[in-house]
């Protein structure tokens, strides 16, 4: 592990930071075992072992706990800041309590948030929970680690060949101008989170299950060191998971024309945009998120302007009622700020498009509350970020501070 990562301005280390946390399998042998149960069991029988893992877990993972109810209490708040009080049953799935399926979601006209204008693109699928209702009656840090135990164990399942597209959703929303555009070998940018699972899409994609007549190249731009032994283990699955990665932590020119080559072939360059460089913590814009500003990383946003290809925030979040044979909702809307502009402008046209993606991740939060996977304080700043500072000085950030994309 790099000696200057997780340090704050000041160059002191950052204990704070996500990138601070311990991955909680000490050693290969637990991913082992679930490679073998994955091979020899069925899928049912799989998802049953999460809910008592996941208990497990709750028990002796006071941070996930902690960080996970911080999370639920903001949501709730913001939610009921914005006029939805009455308490109503969540409409994503959780490990624990399968659901009714509900129906494909519907395009919805930009609204009024306690945050601001609701400024995600037009047609963006709107929160699945009724109008005015909560998306959760109280906190339950449990639920929301049973989440994440199912999608972790999902993408284990994914890698070893078990997963297909016919277990994907699509909706009415900017997945077909994806489609049409990789179909004309135009590459694109996509904008990702640690909401949902997005590492299943990836792993379809790299399958070339897409949907398209032709192999897309992915390059990924992601963090190999804090989650080093689920890296190996899926490496170790499937020797496709390691093809085509940049190291977050690890970024030149050299990355950018690899990136550059992938577009050129009409391919994908992915990365994620809530969690803030490793490298560079400090590097970061400040956004409102779920009615309080929070860090999100400038490279990310700042990459669209150097890359110059359209860009779009794609979000992978598993189906209610799907506990037995998982579904996974692929959201798509393309972004439609352009970086055709002088380059002093482009500081602004970045930070306009981090505010869309925040607006999206809020909306998204509200319908599918336990899939949120970030069990850090994702409100706070490091030392010399960007949280007291003008959006012009926020954005004195280099395309170097990448974000990572972990499980």
Known sequence: MSATRRQDASGKADAGHWSAQKEAASSDRPMQFLIALVHCLPFPLLACMVIPVSFFYYLFVRKARQEAVRYQKQLIAFCRAN???????????????????????????????????????????????SPGALPLRRPSAYRQIASFSYDLM???YAWSGKAGLDEVIFHDDDAAALKAQLAAGRGAMLITSHLGNM?????????????????????????????SHFNRTLGSLNGRFTLDIIDADNIGMDSLEKMQDSLAQGGLVVLAGDRTSAGAPARCLSVSFLGRQAPFPAGSFLLAGLLRVPVYFVFSLREAGSFFAPKYNMFVTKSGVSFDCPRQERRERAHELCGQFARLLERYCTAYPFQWYNFFNFWRFPEGGAGAKAPQEQMQASPAALPPQTP
């Open 83 to 129: 006029g939805r009080g009455s308490p109503a049953a969540p409409a994503a799935a959780t490990p624990a309590t399968p659901a009714t399926p509900a129906t494909p979601a519907t395009p919805a006209t930009p609204a009024t948030t306690a945050s601001g204008p609701d400024i995600a693109p037009e047609g963006a699928p709107a929160p699945r929970t």
């Open 199 to 227: 590492e299943f899409l990836r792993c379809l994609a790299t399958k070339g299950e897409t949907g398209v007549d032709r192999r897309i190249p992915v390059t990924v731009v992601m963090n190999l060191h804090t989650t």
């Open 154 to 156: 999902q993408k284990v």
